[in-house]
């Protein structure tokens, strides 16, 4: 057993589903999955291949039942987004705890996502634990015209066309949101997080603490976490 061993649960792939025509959500399921903590909005790393881990944010968790990922079959051919396209139900599959910092925060007067599609099962898993009742803005970025976030609540976020971080802040400037600061939650691309965070603390007065960013990659770098 070597070292990665130690650390990794092991689980069967039990079924493979086109969610939009770029996103495939992964169920996965056996013993190790009991009880496992997990908080909506954190993530398992996947060991993709025999030399990579790639991050992949928690969709849902069935405590006995499944976890389920939602993988985005980027035109990068990066060794995740292989493995999307290749899995299939009976593939073993290993990974580790689910672990990670962008996750609610229950005292916030209101929540704000900010993201692209490889952050909307983050946001999906975290829109669904909110109470109907907490207040909710966003705005995701998709990259093909008139694609579909598969996001929940998808009525109370806007969705655009992504074409970068100004344009990602110009949606945003125009937005409505309360005089006072929310929480916000950033992840997806790491120019567009820089660009939002800088646009909520710098413009808009946010303090720094209210802005949890995470970003999930970034062109030209290989597996960001
Ligand atoms: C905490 C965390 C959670 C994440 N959750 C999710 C998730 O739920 N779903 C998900 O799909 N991804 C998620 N990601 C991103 C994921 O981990 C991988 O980085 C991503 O899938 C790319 O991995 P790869 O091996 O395919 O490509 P890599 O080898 O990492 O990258 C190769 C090249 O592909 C290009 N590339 C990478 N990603 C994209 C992209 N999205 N669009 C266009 N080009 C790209 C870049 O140019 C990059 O240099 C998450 C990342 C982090 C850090």
Redesign the pocket.
């Known amino acids: 057993m070597n070292l990665l061993d130690r650390f990794l649960l092991r689980a069967t792939v039990t079924d493979v589903e086109t969610v939009t025509p770029r996103?495939r959500r992964i169920r996965i399921a056996g013993e190790s999955l009991r009880g496992l903590d997990w908080l909506p909005g954190q993530?398992i790393r996947v060991h993709?291949d025999a030399f990579?881990l790639?991050?992949?944010?928690v969709?849902d968790y069935a405590d006995g039942e499944h976890l389920d990922?939602?993988?985005?079959d980027?035109?990068?051919?990066?060794?995740?987004?292989?493995?999307?396209r290749q899995v299939r139900a009976g593939d073993q599959v290993a990974f580790t705890r689910p672990q990670?910092r962008?996750v609610l925060r229950d005292s916030a007067p209101y929540h704000l996502f900010v993201g692209?599609?490889?952050?909307?099962?983050?946001f999906g898993a975290m829109l669904r634990a909110l109470p109907l009742n907490a207040r909710v803005h966003g705005i995701v970025g998709v990259?093909v015209p008139h694609g579909r976030a598969p996001v929940p609540r998808l009525g109370e976020l806007e969705q655009i066309h992504r074409r970068g971080p100004d344009h990602i802040v110009a949606a945003l400037r125009a937005r409505y949101l309360p005089a006072e600061p929310g929480v916000a939650y950033v992840?997806?691309?790491a120019r567009d997080c820089q660009a939002v965070r800088r646009h909520l603390t710098a413009e808009r007065g946010w303090p720094r603490t209210a802005v949890i960013v995470?970003?999930?990659?970034?062109?030209?770098?290989?597996?960001?976490?």
Request: proline share 8%; hydrophobic share 35%; net charge neutral.
């Open positions: 996103m993530h993709v990579s790639r991050a992949y944010s969709w990922l939602c993988v985005l980027h035109p990068g051919h990066g060794p995740g987004a292989r493995w999307s990670g962008l692209d599609e490889t952050a909307c099962a983050a990259d992840a997806g691309e995470k970003p999930f990659w970034t062109p030209g770098k290989r597996g960001l976490d």
